[in-house]
Structures are given as structure tokens and as C-alpha cells.
């Protein structure tokens, strides 16, 4: 849910060498898997997305129960600095799901004008476990789902699809479509008929709490800000208490015998290596993390966006995971929206940049795409105008294609309305393309987007 943070040239030589020293240590690992260094690395990036999970979920429940949705009211403004790269797109309900008594059970009512939606449940470790959309609802309207903990065996009213959960704790987040801000009343009402509550109860439940943005259930410094704030003995006693409560999945067996050696296991800690060591280990587990995204940009890049190939679910891919949850924490299946990002400068006759989509080539989607523009902070970018983002409503050419201006300065009457996306007058920015249902060839690299042309 959070978002990718642009790069500076300044930053890619340092991970460059980062890079380098990762990979230098990765091979040592391999070699010497007593090494207590390198096995402290590696809890690190293993456990980095189930303590950053447990502390979203520590300042959510501090303003809102467990087990209680909360309904966002309001888009995104340039203001809005709690959520890095937020979307326009969507507004989002969510909770956090205490799923060790009994199941919870979730409603979502028809929505007859085509509208799209996704009810995404997460696990612990961040695995998108669970999708029902407008694409693939599961069941008949209204859409009742029961989202189970761990071994939990019994009976379900009828006409109820399960979600089992891994964990017993579980992070709903639903996305609604919205199209601007008259459309936000008609998103109202559809939240207000959203259902959430555990099953003994379920009879009697009503509406969420509206809230005005995703801030509002955080409030103080930012997730990743806090764990990134923690020393190594906060860190890796974190990480053991709450793998005792969720536990890792049966693949994980190879690393954790490794992390048993230094005293990180699953609800108990007891540190054999030196905190001198631990330290050492947090600060290189962080440049590896920071590589490998580095590596995507570089590597994955066509037509200088790139877009993560590993998200969602993530196996034994523990770099990917923890890569994924730094920068985009609650991301998506593929299946469900890709994000492609591209950056560029705003600086002497750099000011104004094109994007050209051939005939028949806008993103090929089975529910809507979308483009917004962010600053180098990765924050909407102030505008007179107030456009921030540009999409389905786009004008094509004669011969069928689309040209979007992305530039600071009102490209004027030669530019259709809803073809302009400002961007900052000065300084890097960088765009975000976000695909909702993809289809197939936007999925495989069949489809690409076009290059952001500069117009000197």
C-alpha cells in the first residue's frame, strides 16, 4: 500500500557498491553456513516484513479495534504525507483480522454500474493469500466471504465462500473504484453497505467507521520509519515473539535451523553472537535490501519503467518480499494491478516530456488504468489546476492513438482536457502507471508503455 521511493544518481553509485558488497557476503553465506554474520543477514531480510506487519498493525489497532473496518472518505491530496505514492484511484477500506477464536466474516454488496473492486487479505509475511474482485467475486451477490484462522474446523452459514488464513492475523485491504470527486458520494454509500465482523456476532453487524485517510489510523512516525529506527536486539526480540504467534510456513525450515544457531527462533530469543555483530548485520541486510530494488530498476526496466516481477506471494524469495515491503507494503497480486514507474528531471530545457500511445495500445486492462505524477519525496505534486493523476477519460486522435502532455505549464487549447498531467517545474519527479485487472499481455511483456519523450 505504501509506494516505491524514486532514486537519485547519488543513491545508485552508493547501492552500486552496495550491491557488490551484498553479493560478496551472499556468496559467503553459501560457502560458510556457520557464519554468524551472515546468518543475522539473512534473519534480517527473512523477518523484516513480519516485524514491519506487526508494527502497522500495533498503530492501527491504537485508533481502531480489531476486527473493525475502516472506510476511507477522501482521496489523496498533495498534503497527504502519511502513505508514500498514494493512488487516486481507489478509496480503501481496511482491518486487521484477529482470526484465533473464530472466523470473520466480510460482505460485499453488488455493484450494478461495473464498478471494480478488490477485498485483498494478506497474511503476517505479507503473502496475498486471498482476492475476491469484481473480476473474480467468488459466489453470488451479495459476495459473504468467512476468512478462517489456522486449523479452524466448523460449520458456515450457507452461501459463504471461506478464506483460509495461514496466520491469525490477517490484513484485509479493500479498494473501491473511484472516478473523481463526484463520484465520491456514490463510493459512500457502497462502503456503508461493506459488512465486517467475527461470526458469533455476524447477525448484528453494521456499517465501518469512516475516516478521512489512511493516516488517521497511524498518526506518529511512519511503519517503516520505526523498524527502520530499531537496533539489532529490538529488532530480532520483535521478530521472535511475534513468528511465535505467526508461525513461518513449513518451506522456511532450512533457514530457521540457520537462525537457531545465532538464538533467533519462533517465541524465543536468546542471542548467542555479539550485539556488535547484530548491529553489523542490520546495517548490511539494509544495503542488500536497497540493491536489490536498485536491481529492478536497472535489470527490469523497458522503455525506462520498471515494474517488480516477484510480488504478492513470494515462497522462499525472501529479498523480493522484503524489497516489496519497503517500498509498497499490502501490494497486490499481478493478476489484480501491475504499477510501472518511470523517472525523469525538470531542469533548464527539460520542461516539458510526452507520452505517445500508438493505436490501440493504451494499457490493456479488464477494469481501468490510470497515471499519476509524484515529487522526488514521492508526494502528489501541487498544481493550480488540482490534477494530479490522469486516466479513463483521456481524448484519442483521429488515427486512434493518445498523446498525454506531462508537463508543468498548461499545455493550452491544443491540449484536450484530461490530457495534461502536471508535474513539478523544477527538480526530479517521477510517474507511476497503474493497470487494474491486466490482461494477459500486459502481464507477460507483450504490452510495453511507451517512452516518456522529453520535447526540447
Not at 464498478?115 to 486471498?130: A, C, G
Not at 497486490?332 to 500511445?357: C, E, M, S, V, W
Request: one cysteine or more; glycine letters at 10%.
Amino acid at each position: 500500500m505504501t509506494g516505491w521511493r524514486p532514486i537519485s544518481r547519488r543513491s545508485m553509485l552508493a547501492l552500486g557498491a552496495a550491491a557488490v558488497a551484498g553479493a560478496g557476503l551472499s556468496g559467503r553465506a553459501a560457502a560458510d553456513p556457520g557464519d554468524p554474520l551472515a546468518a543475522a543477514v539473512q534473519a534480517y531480510i527473512f523477518g523484516y516484513p513480519l516485524v514491519l506487519m506487526d508494527v502497522t498493525r500495533e498503530a492501527s489497532v491504537k485508533h481502531l479495534p480489531l476486527n473493525r473496518l475502516a472506510n476511507v472518505a477522501a482521496t489523496p491530496t498533495p498534503d497527504s504525507t502519511y502513505v508514500v505514492r498514494p493512488n487516486l484511484d481507489t478509496l480503501y477500506s481496511q482491518a486487521w483480522l484477529d482470526l484465533r477464536t473464530e472466523p470473520v466474516m466480510m460482505q460485499v454488496p453488488a455493484m450494478s454500474d461495473g464498478r471494480y473492486w478488490l477485498m485483498q487479505v494478506l497474511d503476517m509475511w505479507t503473502n496475498s493469500e486471498h482476492d475476491p474482485s469484481s473480476i473474480a467475486p467468488l459466489g453470488a451477490p451479495p459476495y459473504t466471504y468467512a476468512i478462517t484462522g489456522p486449523g479452524w474446523t466448523g460449520s458456515l452459514p450457507a452461501g459463504v465462500t471461506q478464506l483460509p488464513m495461514k496466520t491469525a492475523t490477517a490484513w484485509l485491504l479493500g479498494r473501491i473504484q473511484v472516478d473523481g470527486p463526484a463520484d465520491l458520494a456514490a463510493v459512500h454509500d457502497i462502503q456503508q453497505q461493506l459488512r465486517l465482523s467475527p461470526l458469533s456476532s455476524w447477525g448484528a453487524a453494521g456499517p465501518g467507521t469512516s475516516i478521512a485517510g489512511l493516516g488517521n489510523l497511524g498518526g506518529g512516525p511512519r511503519p517503516p520509519d520505526v523498524v527502520a529506527g530499531m537496533d539489532a536486539d529490538t529488532f530480532f526480540r520483535r521478530l521472535c515473539a511475534v513468528m511465535g504467534d505467526n508461525p513461518p510456513a513449513a518451506d522456511d525450515a532450512p533457514v530457521l535451523e540457520r537462525f537457531a544457531s545465532i538464538g533467533i527462533t519462533p517465541g524465543r530469543y536468546t542471542a548467542t553472537v555479539s550485539g556488535g555483530i547484530l548491529d553489523r548485520a542490520l546495517e548490511v541486510a539494509k544495503a542488500q535490501i536497497k540493491a536489490a530494488l536498485l536491481g529492478q530498476v536497472l535489470v527490469g526496466a523497458e522503455n525506462r519503467w520498471f515494474t517488480p516481477e516477484v510480488v504478492g506471494v513470494y515462497g522462499t524469495d525472501y529479498l523480493a518480499r522484503a524489497t516489496i515491503a519497503q517500498v509498497g507494503l499490502g501490494a497486490n497480486l499481478r493478476r489484480d494491478a501491475i504499477y510501472l514507474n518511470t523517472q525523469a528531471l525538470t531542469a533548464g530545457p527539460l520542461k516539458r516530456y510526452r507520452l505517445h500511445f500508438a493505436p490501440g495500445q493504451l494499457p490493456p486492462n479488464d477494469a481501468f488504468w490510470s497515471l499519476t505524477a509524484y515529487t522526488n519525496d514521492s508526494y502528489l505534486v501541487p498544481n493550480a489546476a488540482g490534477i494530479y493523476a490522469v486516466g479513463p477519460g483521456v481524448v484519442t486522435n483521429p488515427d486512434g492513438s493518445v498523446d498525454l502532455a506531462v508537463q508543468a505549464d498548461d499545455p493550452g487549447p491544443a491540449v484536450p482536457q484530461g490530457n495534461w498531467l502536471p508535474i513539478p517545474a523544477a527538480g526530479m519527479f517521477s510517474l507511476t502507471m497503474r493497470v487494474y485487472a491486466p490482461k494477459s499481455e500486459a502481464l507477460d511483456g507483450r504490452w510495453q508503455p511507451p517512452a516518456l519523450t522529453p520535447l526540447l
